[in-house]
């Protein structure tokens, strides 16, 4: 059976996909199609393909294609700032390789004179989809695309949140100095390595709060 091209994976599949998440595809102030994302330099990635195909003629390998300067998709939020784009490769593609594409997207699109904030990316090939929160969390599969209600509280709890760092650990909780240790090594882990779990080791009784009474 033949695999379906890019743009029969975007009808078929991704166009779906985000209806049912309520982003009306149909509607450009819901959802753009092919944006431009490089205001500041609409040639650089112009010059880009050029060396690529350079690079193809003369046999060179190269690990991913570059991003061609052009989003699949970007969602809006009734302001018209972009809230996230989406980032499409083919079916038969890894969605992994649109995580460099995702990124200078996210990049550019942060620059624009309308843009407040930094925008979520979606990397998918139609049946994997992947959610990056750039800079804040690691790339990591999902289920479906996020509703527009969604990815704003994500917006507000990202611009709302605390370094961890910088949290009180409450002595009557967790009081002792391995405790405490170990709730700073878990921040650390959230924090620098933006993992989403963390497993302690501990004998047994060793987590048992603090009792005020002693």
């Known amino acids: 059976m033949p695999q379906p091209n890019e743009a029969q994976t975007r009808r078929d599949l991704i166009d779906p996909a985000l209806a049912l998440a309520g982003w009306d595809v149909q509607n450009p102030a819901h959802v753009g199609i092919e944006i431009p994302v490089d205001q500041s330099n609409p040639q650089v990635w112009a010059q880009t393909a050029v060396q690529l195909q350079a690079m193809r003629e003369r046999g060179e390998a190269y690990a991913v294609d570059?991003?061609?300067?052009?989003a699949d998709?970007?969602?809006?939020?009734e302001t018209g700032?972009?809230?996230a784009v989406v980032e499409a490769k083919k079916l038969a593609e890894s969605?992994?390789?649109?995580?460099a594409q995702a990124e200078f997207y996210i990049n550019q699109i942060s620059q624009w004179p309308t843009q407040t904030f930094r925008p979520f990316a979606f990397m998918?090939?139609?049946e994997r989809i992947r959610f990056w929160?750039?800079?804040?969390?690691?790339?990591r599969d999902v289920a479906g695309f996020f509703t527009l209600e969604d990815l704003k509280n994500r917006l507000y709890l990202r611009q709302q949140k605390r370094p961890l760092p910088t949290a009180v650990i409450k002595p009557h909780i967790a009081g002792r100095v391995?405790?405490?240790e170990a709730i700073r090594k878990v921040m650390e882990r959230f924090e620098d390595e933006k993992k989403r779990r963390a497993l302690l080791v501990m004998a047994t009784g060793t987590a048992r709060p603090v009792s005020p009474c002693r």
């Open 124 to 126: 998918t090939n139609g």
């Open 73 to 77: 998709y970007v969602l809006f939020q």
């Open 178 to 180: 391995y405790q405490t």
């Open 81 to 83: 700032e972009v809230l």
């Open 133 to 139: 929160d750039v800079g804040e969390e690691n790339p």
């Open 66 to 70: 570059l991003p061609s300067g052009i």
């Open 95 to 99: 969605v992994l390789k649109a995580e």
